[in-house]
């Protein structure tokens, strides 16, 4: 069976009823590939993605370096090999008009750019309504350009993620980066 990253289409969905942390199932289609789950009550943001809601084989790990930091550096973690796959950095500044994330590779090294779709657009959620549904693009030196875009539900949180054949990134970063987006920009626009 093939990793959940390897999929060339998946989606994102917030688990609904959840009192504490949040949850979200991976879907390849009507099957769930992925769960995922962000602990509450954590000083530093720890993201976990299992195999199921059973929880019992981690595939990644998400963690803050640090506790508050408006540039917030999270380090992808491969759990089964036990190597740091990347990390992806919010920039800040830029983030507050126009959400941006910059992806890097093991050794801190830029290898990607994560925006959401245009300012305007941008500057209407922020200021008028959350209702109009995210777009990003992930911009890689060879060109690929992966799009995350959240589906119109003011109740459900759901994100369609579409990776080309070619990607000269690791996989496993892009989909950390959609579930951090998931759990992230999810949180703000709920």
Known sequence: MPQPWDLPTYRLRRKVLKLFGASFHVYDGERVVAFCSQKAFKLRE?????????MQQELLWIQARQVIDFSACYDVIDSAEKVKVGALRRQGLKSMFRDSWELLDADDKPIG????????????????????PQTFHL????????????????????LDVNVPAQLDIDRRLVFAAATLLA?????QSN
């Open 46 to 54: 720890d993201i976990r993605l299992f195999t199921d809601e059973s």
């Open 113 to 132: 750019k994560l925006q959401e779709d245009g300012a305007g657009m941008a500057l209407l959620r922020r200021f008028l309504t959350n209702l109009i």
């Open 139 to 158: 911009k890689t030196p060879g060109g690929a350009d992966v799009i995350f875009k959240q589906r119109f539900n003011p109740f459900v949180y759901s």
């Open 183 to 187: 759990a992230v920009e999810g949180r």
